[in-house]
T-cell receptor, first 114, second 110 residues
Framework: NAGVTQTPKFQVLKTGQSMTLQCAQD?????MSWYRQDPGMGLRLIHY???????DQGEVPNGYNVSRSTTEDFPLRLLSAAPSQTSVYFCASSSGLPYNSPLHFGNGTRLTVT | QQPVQSPQAVILREGEDAVINCSSS?????VHWYRQKHGEAPVFLMI?????EQKGHEKISASFNEKKQQSSLYLTASQLSYSGTYFC???????????FGTGTSLTVIP
């Protein structure tokens, strides 16, 4: 099993450009989520999904969109990139709710917005 | 919503012990612990559920005191491989969201 796969690993964008960060998991996990990690701020929840067709906002959702059309995929869209979105993005999934299920992380996407 | 971790950073010599604390101003329903090596993804260590339980993972164990709204991670006889940043994570309830602490950088030196 590949686990959680994120692409691309690195990306450089210009301010105002849009792009989609891909996340796929092959563990049949219902719960998927996106985090951003910035120095000194830990991991902050952007959006999450408890199953296909269901998404909700985390603590820092502004500037990002998500959709969940299949159990396997949970892409994160940046609508109009800003330098403040320079960060490392992690996708994570779990077999149940995070209350009692461990999160499995992808290897991350390092995004730079100039 | 974000739990608070202390200390922010610690340096140990091989064989020494360390304690990392995680506390919240809100009720804790469970606590996760993860370790992240530089440039890598966080890796799950353990979950502690309500009940004041203590868990172990090799020489790493943790406790959870729901009344005090805090958890502690204990690293005994530290090894070089223990170096990394440790994060606690907590859900605000038994629902869908999950928040991480700001992390504790642990460096083990020979």
């Amino acid at each position: 099993n590949a686990g959680v796969t994120q692409t691309p690993k690195f990306q450089v964008l210009k301010t105002g450009q849009s792009m989609t960060l891909q996340c796929a998991q092959d563990m049949n996990h219902e719960y998927m989520s996106w985090y951003r990690q910035d120095p000194g701020m830990g991991l902050r929840l952007i959006h999450y999904s408890v199953g296909a067709g269901i998404t909700d906002q985390g603590e820092v959702p502004n500037g990002y969109n998500v959709s969940r059309s299949t159990t396997e995929d949970f892409p994160l869209r940046l609508l109009s990139a800003a330098p403040s979105q320079t960060s490392v993005y992690f996708c994570a999934s779990s077999s149940g709710l995070p209350y009692n299920s461990p999160l499995h992380f992808g290897n991350g996407t390092r995004l730079t917005v100039t | 919503q974000q739990p608070v971790q202390s200390p922010q950073a610690v340096i140990l010599r091989e064989g020494e012990d360390a304690v990392i604390n995680c506390s919240s101003s809100k009720a804790l329903y469970s606590v996760h612990w993860y370790r992240q090596k530089h440039g890598e993804a966080p890796v799950f260590l353990m979950i502690l559920l309500k009940g004041g339980e203590q868990k172990g993972h090799e020489k790493i164990s943790a406790s959870f005191n729901e009344k005090k709204q805090q958890s502690s991670l204990y690293l005994t006889a530290s090894q070089l491989s223990y170096s990394g940043t440790y994060f606690c994570g907590t859900p605000p309830n038994t629902g869908n969201q999950f928040y991480f602490g700001t992390g504790t950088s642990l460096t083990v030196i020979p």
